[in-house]
Structures are given as C-alpha cells and as structure tokens.
C-alpha cells in the first residue's frame, strides 16, 4: 500500500537552484547530462534521493529542462538568468522561475504576487489544498527565501493577472501561461471565458478550462500574441511537469520498498 504524499513542491529555493544550475552550465554548457552526472555538477557525490529531489526542484523552476531518457540540461530560462541579455530580461526571467513551481504558483493566487504570508496562515490554506504537514515547513521557507530574493534583485514589480474580471473583447492572442486559480475561480461555469485587465499586461483571457479528474481542475490563461510555437512551449512544459510527477513517484515508491 502506499503512503499518501504531497503534491509536487520544490525543496530548495530559487536562488540555490539558480546557484546549482549555475555550476552545471559552468562544466557541461547546456548539454544533456545523465543524472548521475548531473547530480555531481550540482553538489553531490553521486546519484541519490536526495540529489534527485533536487534535480527535480531545479526542473520546477524551469531551470533544468528533461531530455531523453533519464536525462536533463541546463534550460534556456537558466541562461536568461544566469547570462541575460540586460537586467530587464533578467527580472522578466526571475519571476517566470519564481512562480513555476505549482506550490508558489497556489500561494501567490491566495495572497498575492510577493507576498509572504504568516505561517499560520500559510499552513491552514496548503493543507487545503492536500499538502502534507511535514511538506509545508520547506515549502514556506523556500517561498519565503525565493521573495525575499526577487526584492533583493529588483525584480517584485509583478506583472501578473488581477481577479477583477471586465467584459470587453481581449486583444487577440496571448503568451500561453498555466494558471492555478483560486477556489473561486476554480468554481466559474467553463461556458464564460472571464477576461482579466492589468495595467501592466493589458487584456487577458481563458484560452481553455476543464476537469482532469474527479478532483482536479484547470485553466490555461494568455496575454498577448499566440501561436504554434507558444503552443508547443506550453505542451514542452506540461511535459516537464508530467517527467517530474513521475521522477516522485518512482522515488516515493522505492522508499516504500
């Protein structure tokens, strides 16, 4: 039988994933690296569960990107970082790795883009949302660490999407982005298509929501131009996270063993 588990959440925050990311582009570039490999480039002596899981963070952030079998490099967001064209494009990838991973991505809907919410409260909403209690201690560390660090860099003027829903037509397109909404949100007939307006962003709009189970629900909202390649980005990302669910699960089921 095996033992319930948290949904996925990052072990370590972003700037030690940035650091560790870093190490390895340093030896390999952006080569594929086996894991084994890849956990030496990162800190560690060899492959383990630990190394793994942090390989796994890593990937949450957007930072290392599967290939292959068994296999990951170093992602184009990581060099953005790491190597930037100028700090603007830097910031831009800051936040986008800050809120990859689907537990920050919860947090910032419930209490805002930057904020750090009290433990207390932090706690009572995550276990809501199914996270495990001995999770939640490294997952409000990491969250808050990972804050403090996009203040640090100048990067907590957030361009994300307000709640306030207006009814004119959007701009047409928008870049595909994944969002975990709020139980409200979650709760909306999937017949309207609510239109989010920001000052910084513009007009935004459902590309598409749906059911995947029973239990969970989702919704795909875009903001500015769309086409095939924002397409096949968000499918390399789904992807992505599907390679990390099941990097869990192998490991949660050795550790039954």
Not at 32 to 59: C, F, N, Q, W
Not at 172 to 183: F, N, R, T
């Amino acid at each position: 039988m095996s033992r319930q588990r948290s949904p996925n959440y990052p072990n370590i925050s972003l700037p030690e994933a940035i650091s560790r990311a870093g190490r390895a582009y340093e030896l390999d570039r952006d080569a594929p690296l086996d894991r084994e490999v890849a956990a030496k480039h990162i800190g560690y002596s060899g492959r383990s569960g630990t190394s793994d899981k942090t390989i796994g963070s890593i990937t949450q952030y957007g930072l290392f990107e599967p290939v292959g079998k068994g296999e990951v490099r170093v992602s184009r967001l990581a060099l953005d970082i790491l190597h930037p064209l100028d700090e603007s494009k830097k910031r831009e990838a800051l936040q986008r790795a800050a809120y990859m991973p689907s537990a920050f991505q919860l947090l910032r809907s419930r209490f805002g883009a930057g904020v750090v919410p009290s433990e207390d409260a932090a706690t009572a909403y995550l276990i809501r949302e199914n996270f495990l209690p001995h999770a939640i201690e490294r997952i409000y560390s990491s969250y808050d660490a990972t804050c403090q660090f996009l203040k640090q860099e100048g990067a907590n003027e957030f361009t994300v999407p307000s709640e306030e829903i207006v009814e004119e037509s959007p701009a047409p397109g928008a870049a595909a982005q994944p969002s975990v909404g709020s139980d409200e949100a979650r709760s909306r007939p999937a017949s309207r298509a609510p239109y989010r307006s920001t000052e910084a962003t513009g007009m935004q709009r459902m590309l598409t929501q749906g059911m995947l189970s029973k239990g969970a629900t989702f919704e795909i909202i875009v903001t500015g131009q769309i086409g095939p390649k924002e397409i096949d980005t968000l499918i390399r990302k789904l992807e992505i996270d599907k390679a990390i669910l099941a990097d869990d699960d192998k490991i949660d089921g050795e550790a039954d063993e």
